[in-house]
């Protein structure tokens, strides 16, 4: 079945760097773009950033733009994002998602989504 | 575009009819608004794309509407399993942008 598992959270501490990874499978991972999102404690959905499939021309929110980069392996199967310079505001569970892309006119929205990793940055 | 779900919280009983909306701070191409649902400690799940199709195995009893800057998503007979927050989602194009609402709430009451 279509599967993605995150790993490599933790707690860190400011200004330091730390890299997630999403391996995907039970599905044509080059196919498709990938998606990280990020939640806050207690709070809601805050897009971060895609990689379409090919991994050319990589999109982040204006809040992490600068510090965090997403890349993919299509060999491998995964996808990663690379955090620096990580803030006590960057704490949140980061999942990954597949972006189902075009069905006919349509965005088909994000679907499936992983189980997510937390991230802790405290000092 | 910042998209505005409201209610925050929503307090109904099981089998009653559940309107939750998202508005657009600009227009907003319905092919392009997705709706998720997500239980407590759990990653969200897609229910609806190009604001009105549900996702593969979503119960009908979930259906979503709307254009321009106005989108609803009605679940005509609440479950025990509804029960949840309520994401709505843009896709926007150049650059590429997934603006969230803020969610909304569903309640027991």
């Known amino acids: 079945q279509v599967q993605l598992v995150e790993s490599g959270g933790g707690l860190v501490q400011p200004g330091t760097s730390l890299r997630l990874s999403c391996a995907a499978s039970g599905f044509t991972f080059s196919g498709y773009p990938m998606h990280w999102v990020r939640q806050a404690p207690g709070k809601g959905l805050e897009w971060v950033a895609v990689?379409?499939?090919?991994?050319?021309?990589?999109y982040y929110a204006d809040t992490v733009k600068g510090r965090f980069t997403i890349s993919r392996d299509n060999s491998r199967n995964t996808v990663d994002l690379q955090m620096n310079s990580l803030r006590l505001e960057d704490t949140a569970v980061y999942y990954c998602?597949?972006?189902?892309?075009?069905?006919?006119?349509?965005?088909?929205?994000?679907?499936?989504w992983g189980q997510g990793t937390l991230v802790t940055v405290s000092s | 575009i910042v998209l505005t779900q409201s209610p925050g919280t929503l307090s109904l009983s099981p089998g009653d009819r559940a309107t939750l909306s998202c508005r657009a701070s600009?227009?907003?191409?319905?092919?392009?608004l997705a709706w998720y649902q997500q239980k407590p400690g759990q990653a969200p799940r897609l229910l609806i794309y190009?604001?009105?199709t549900r996702a593969t195995g979503i119960p009908d009893r979930f259906s979503g509407s709307g254009s321009g800057t106005d989108f609803t998503l009605t679940i005509s007979r609440l479950d025990p399993e509804d029960f949840a927050v309520y994401y709505c989602q843009q896709y926007g194009s150049s650059p590429p942008t997934y603006t969230f609402g803020q969610g909304t709430k569903l309640e027991i009451k």
């Open positions: 990689i379409p499939s090919h991994g050319t021309n990589q």
């Open positions: 998602a597949r972006d189902v892309g075009r069905i006919g006119v349509f965005w088909g929205g994000l679907d499936p």
């Open positions: 600009q227009s907003v191409s319905s092919y392009y």
């Open positions: 190009g604001a009105s």
